[in-house]
């Protein structure tokens, strides 16, 4: 038998959470079998510890948990092999499977990655889905070429944020951070950032669909007006990773920005990525992302604090990268 937080919804509708045990036959199928080490807290992990599982979760008794690190107790893929190091992000675990929330997960191989050399499962959640996140937007803007200039971070005081704002430092980039909290400045301060953006000064449109060219690059996790407004403070062809509508989906934009300066805007998705470029972006991670700093982004939780962190999560409340150790 094993722990498990398990959200359970009644005749009425209404969800709850308890930590119950489980057995390995209670389990979905799956070819590899994991002893979970460490997990984290996403805002998906929040809707889907929420009432209704916000959209997210179709059947009852689930386990969230989208992303774990852990270690191979059995497999019956040739890939993988009892003692080996893994970690999973997406593929609708957590949503549609069960996830990470547990001592234990039985899931597709095709779904694991390989621990990356010089990360450990600990260092390797406190990255977690947020982090991998980060990097993909990073490379995207990359591939397409970070202009001189400050980058822009939105939400950066958030998990994605967070690591965005530490990967674009340490590779040199003049990083400018928003954030609603002017309480988190000397946290993203330690994490490099060079100047802080109040959130007011970005999250709300203006009639002209060009201002001044201000940003090298963005990565935004905030969507919405702030999307819009700052796509006309983009420099000529320079790139926005979207990674996140934290402020709305909807996109009040213009297309000039498109049209006479050759913005790019970039959609990020973690979930089914491919596995190839899954692999380059922990690599990425390992190699470039600074473990002190990360490091510095660590909340520590354990299995009974879920309930309470997922309902913060929604709230803005979070800040940094939460790690949970199952086995506390």
């Given at each position: ?8 919804k ?16 209670d ?24 009432a ?18 852990g ?5 019956s ?147 919405g ?16 990773a ?52 990360l ?6 939780a ?13 709230n ?13």
């Amino acid at each position: 038998m094993f722990n498990a937080l398990i959200v359970n919804k009644d005749d009425a509708g209404q969800t709850s959470t308890a930590i119950a045990p489980m057995s390995v036959d209670d389990l979905p199928e799956g070819e590899v079998l994991v002893a979970v080490e460490y997990t984290t807290v996403n805002y998906k992990d929040g809707l889907c510890m929420s009432a209704g599982g916000g959209g997210l979760v179709r059947n009852y008794p689930h386990v969230p948990g989208i992303d774990f690190s852990g270690t191979v107790e059995a497999s019956s893929d040739g890939r993988y092999k009892a003692g080996d190091k893994v970690v999973l992000t997406g593929w609708r675990v957590g949503e549609a499977h069960w996830g990470g929330y547990a001592q234990k997960a039985r899931v597709k191989a095709d779904w694991l990655v390989p621990l990356p050399t010089g990360l450990d499962a600990r260092q390797a959640m406190a990255v977690g889905t947020a982090g991998f996140t980060s990097m993909l937007a990073v490379m995207a803007l990359e591939d397409h070429g970070i202009k001189s200039g400050p980058v822009l971070v939105t939400g950066a005081a958030g998990g994605v944020g967070s690591v965005a704002v530490a990967i674009l430092a340490a590779l040199g980039c003049e990083v400018a951070a928003v954030t609603g909290r002017p309480e988190t400045g000397d946290y993203l301060a330690s994490l490099g950032a060079t100047k802080i953006v109040a959130r007011e000064e970005l999250n709300e449109t203006v009639k002209r669909p060009l201002e001044g060219e201000v940003w090298g690059g963005c990565v935004d996790a905030v969507g919405g007006e702030m999307l819009a407004r700052l796509l006309g403070q983009m420099q000529y062809g320079a790139s926005v990773a979207a990674v996140g509508l934290a402020g709305g989906a909807a996109l009040p934009a213009s297309v000039i920005p498109f049209l006479l300066r050759g913005v790019n805007l970039l959609g990020i998705d973690s979930v089914m990525q491919p596995y190839d470029n899954r692999l380059r972006a922990w690599e990425r991670i390992a190699k470039d992302l600074p473990m002190d700093k990360l490091e510095a982004m660590v909340v520590p939780a354990t299995l009974s604090d879920l309930p309470k962190l997922g309902g913060d999560i929604l709230n803005g409340q979070v800040k940094g990268r939460v790690v949970v150790d199952v086995n506390a």
